[in-house]
């Protein structure tokens, strides 16, 4: 069976940086070429034209043309023509896209196209509670009706999209998996005291929440430190960079116990986690986040929000604490909670490992998407 993606992201150094979707991507693809399936993973919109084979998944980069009119369109064709050679030539199967923005609108392939819904712009613009550009949302709606078929990383996910474009499509859900060989325990000292966020600095991670909430830490813990590894980016509202808000809502004593790292390698990310007291993801729009799948594989406890998706992923009290963001001082007190019982931090962590690997490891996830697959081309074939 060979297999495509096509993305806008995919977290490898010869590409542009990437963020949760790519290294979902990468992780069901690698989980794919271990069980004997050849996987193809073109990556669009990037600064140029290669190809080269990552961990044994081929990777096609295609640049962006930039044409001056009617680029939406013309682009997309582009790009249809350059897979479409592809699939002919590597006798491909079919092809899965993601959701964000509509990559797949107005383009025609030969094999079954799947879109997976991993969080459109259209779904983060609802969750937010903001208008979205109108183009977006007819590109995304163009692409799930077009496609053959629909899954969702989230029963959550794929409830409030069908409500938002009014889909009659069946949709199936396949949680995210990780590959808990990789994402495992590690035998390193602790930074006793320290919190960790990892992900994008963005309004809808819950990031300025964050900040009014480690004040209230710090407050109560003195030895509290927070350490903030991600991407800054303008904030939608302000026009201002978040992480400058950020640091405007935190209390002087706040802002001398917090370290932020611009970005650190895929690979590298697991070492921070491991060196972390507790993991603090407070985020108030997801689908199916790998960051907090990555924190529970490494025997971490966390402490998430409590909306929607956090239910099919998170067992509170259980796996760590899931708590409403915007309620700053009870999110606080369960970190502090954390902080001062290391025996619970560390039986927290340990059910959340077994969380994972009974639910969401590769080796269960992944047969759950070769299954969907096989019958997907099976049924294409016999047609």
């Given at each position: 069976?060979?297999?495509?993606?096509?993305?806008?992201?995919?977290?490898h150094?010869?590409?542009?940086?990437?963020?949760?979707?790519?290294?979902?991507?990468?992780?069901?693809a690698k989980?794919?070429?271990?069980?004997?399936?050849?996987?193809?993973?073109?990556?669009?919109?990037q600064?140029?034209?290669?190809?080269?084979?990552?961990?044994?998944?081929?990777?096609?980069?295609?640049?962006?043309?930039?044409?001056?009119?009617?680029?939406?369109?013309?682009?997309?064709?582009h790009?249809?023509?350059?897979?479409?050679?592809?699939?002919?030539?590597?006798?491909?199967?079919?092809?899965?896209?993601?959701?964000?923005t509509g990559?797949?609108?107005?383009m025609?392939?030969?094999?079954?196209?799947?879109?997976?819904?991993?969080?459109?712009?259209?779904?983060?613009?609802?969750?937010?509670k903001?208008?979205?550009?109108?183009?977006?949302?007819?590109?995304?709606?163009?692409?799930l009706?077009?496609?053959?078929?629909?899954?969702?990383?989230?029963?959550?996910?794929?409830?409030v999209?069908?409500?938002?474009?009014?889909?009659?499509?069946?949709?199936?859900?396949?949680?995210?998996?990780?590959?808990?060989?990789?994402?495992?325990?590690m035998?390193?000292e602790?930074?006793?005291?320290?919190l960790?966020?990892?992900?994008?600095?963005?309004?809808?991670?819950?990031?300025?929440?964050?900040a009014?909430i480690?004040?209230?830490?710090?407050?109560?813990?003195a030895?509290?430190?927070?350490?903030?590894?991600?991407?800054d980016?303008?904030?939608?509202?302000?026009?201002?960079?978040?992480?400058s808000?950020?640091?405007?809502?935190?209390?002087?004593?706040?802002?001398?116990?917090v370290?932020?790292?611009?970005?650190?390698?895929?690979?590298?990310?697991?070492?921070?986690i491991?060196?972390?007291?507790?993991?603090?993801?407070?985020?108030?729009?997801?689908?199916?986040?790998?960051?907090?799948?990555?924190?529970?594989?490494?025997?971490?406890?966390?402490?998430?929000?409590?909306?929607?998706?956090?239910?099919?992923?998170?067992?509170d009290?259980?796996t760590?604490?899931?708590?409403?963001p915007?309620?700053h001082?009870?999110?606080?007190?369960?970190?502090?909670?954390?902080?001062?019982?290391?025996?619970k931090?560390?039986?927290?962590?340990?059910?959340?490992?077994?969380?994972?690997?009974?639910?969401?490891?590769?080796?269960?996830?992944?047969?759950?998407?070769?299954s969907?697959?096989?019958?997907?081309?099976k049924?294409?074939?016999?047609?």
């Amino acid at each position: 069976m060979t297999i495509a993606f096509l993305t806008s992201e995919y977290p490898h150094e010869k590409l542009k940086p990437s963020a949760g979707l790519g290294s979902s991507i990468k992780n069901l693809a690698k989980g794919l070429i271990k069980s004997g399936v050849d996987v193809t993973v073109f990556v669009v919109f990037q600064n140029e034209n290669t190809s080269f084979i990552d961990e044994n998944i081929k990777v096609i980069s295609i640049a962006r043309k930039g044409y001056t009119f009617f680029g939406w369109y013309l682009e997309r064709k582009h790009i249809q023509g350059i897979v479409q050679q592809e699939i002919n030539a590597a006798n491909i199967e079919a092809i899965e896209a993601p959701d964000w923005t509509g990559i797949t609108a107005f383009m025609n392939f030969t094999i079954p196209v799947v879109i997976r819904l991993h969080g459109s712009d259209a779904y983060f613009c609802h969750l937010e509670k903001r208008q979205q550009k109108k183009k977006h949302y007819f590109f995304e709606n163009n692409a799930l009706k077009r496609a053959d078929k629909l899954l969702s990383v989230s029963a959550f996910t794929a409830q409030v999209t069908t409500a938002i474009f009014k889909l009659k499509k069946d949709i199936k859900v396949i949680h995210n998996g990780i590959d808990t060989t990789f994402f495992k325990p590690m035998e390193v000292e602790v930074n006793k005291g320290q919190l960790l966020y990892f992900g994008t600095i963005i309004r809808k991670k819950g990031v300025l929440e964050l900040a009014q909430i480690f004040n209230f830490v710090v407050a109560s813990d003195a030895n509290a430190s927070l350490l903030l590894i991600g991407k800054d980016v303008q904030d939608v509202l302000e026009n201002k960079s978040t992480l400058s808000l950020f640091n405007s809502l935190l209390t002087p004593k706040a802002k001398e116990k917090v370290t932020h790292i611009l970005e650190v390698p895929y690979k590298d990310v697991k070492d921070y986690i491991a060196k972390a007291n507790v993991v603090v993801l407070p985020s108030f729009a997801e689908a199916f986040p790998m960051t907090w799948l990555e924190a529970l594989a490494m025997e971490k406890a966390l402490v998430s929000s409590n909306i929607g998706w956090a239910k099919e992923l998170m067992v509170d009290k259980e796996t760590g604490y899931t708590v409403d963001p915007a309620h700053h001082k009870a999110y606080a007190d369960t970190i502090i909670t954390l902080l001062r019982d290391c025996k619970k931090a560390k039986m927290f962590g340990k059910q959340a490992r077994e969380h994972v690997i009974l639910n969401f490891s590769n080796q269960v996830i992944i047969e759950q998407n070769i299954s969907f697959y096989k019958a997907l081309i099976k049924g294409k074939n016999e047609i």
